[in-house]
């Protein structure tokens, strides 16, 4: 069978076994081949395991320390207006020690992508509780579980952007094939909105960490589905500045 790998594709997935950074740094780059977008392709990236993008996808990239990604994204549309400019996020990154940059940016309507990849843990450094791990969720810093009056209600940072005024906002998964292909069509539907100068958009897409959730690829699965799916439900929020739902 011919094997199609996209040309900014650098090699293939050095991720762990299941984990979901490798199907959307893959959804990436089919989206920026699809819109003939990869030669004016700018992305700044994250700490944690969403940095590889930087090893994964051949276009030109920052990586910017510490929640700093849209801050970077802003000035590189800035500078380049004509670029698709986007960050790449883990939710510790962009919603823990990044979260005023991300808000900021929406706030501001930039006209960039923010991906943001929630995995409910920090992934690299040993899945450590993060803002969006689930009450009751056990992880290496809260191992009985995420307790409310300990350590406050998960962040919900879609929710926080519905109240803002912003060109596009989605949720994706990427549980099976018919959801990766929505979220490949909510990412299309991103960088259309910033090529059309419509100003910021939100993707979030709802990932598993298999090896911090201790749990195998299908099971990690399976709880996407069971569990997560229903704290942060998925489809198109905001589009061309209308709220949907
Ligand atoms: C100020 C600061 N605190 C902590 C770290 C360590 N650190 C590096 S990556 C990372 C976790 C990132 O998690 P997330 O953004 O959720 O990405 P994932 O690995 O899950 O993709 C942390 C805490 C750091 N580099 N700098
Ligand atoms: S530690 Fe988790 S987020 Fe990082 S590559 Fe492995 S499965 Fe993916």
Redesign the pocket.
């Known amino acids: 069978m011919e094997r199609r790998v996209p040309k900014t594709i650098l090699q293939d997935s050095k991720y762990c076994p299941g984990c979901g950074?490798g199907v959307i740094n893959r959804l990436v780059a089919e989206v920026l081949h699809e819109m003939n977008l990869e030669d004016k392709a700018l992305c700044a990236t994250?700490?944690?395991?969403?940095c590889w993008v930087l090893e994964m996808i051949g276009v030109d990239q920052v990586q910017a320390q510490?929640g700093r990604a849209p801050a970077v994204a802003t000035g590189m549309k800035r500078c380049c207006p004509d670029h698709a400019v986007f960050t790449y996020?883990?939710?510790?990154?962009a919603s823990a020690?990044g979260l005023s940059e991300t808000i900021w940016a929406a706030r501001r309507n930039e006209k960039i992508v923010q991906i943001y990849?929630n995995?409910g843990?920090?992934?690299?450094?040993g899945g450590q509780m993060?803002p969006t791990t689930l009450l009751g969720q056990k992880t290496s810093t809260c191992t009985t579980g995420r307790d409310e009056s300990m350590h406050g209600e998960p962040l919900n940072v879609l929710n926080m952007m519905k109240t803002l005024n912003i060109a596009y906002l989605a949720r994706g998964a990427t549980t099976n094939v018919p959801e990766i292909m929505k979220t490949k069509k909510y990412l299309q539907n991103a960088f259309e909105a910033q090529m059309k100068g419509e100003g910021f958009s939100f993707v979030e897409i709802v990932s598993p960490?298999p090896t911090n959730w201790n749990l195998s690829p299908l099971k990690s699965m399976d709880r996407i589905a069971d569990t997560v799916l229903k704290v942060y439900p998925l489809g198109e929020y905001i589009k061309r500045g209308e709220k949907l739902q």
Not at 46 to 50: D, I
Not at 89 to 93: H, K, L, S, V, Y
Request: charge should be negative; charged fraction near 10%.
């Open positions: 950074h994250a700490v944690g395991c969403a510490h996020q883990g939710d510790g990154d020690i990849v995995n843990v920090f992934g690299m450094t993060s960490c």
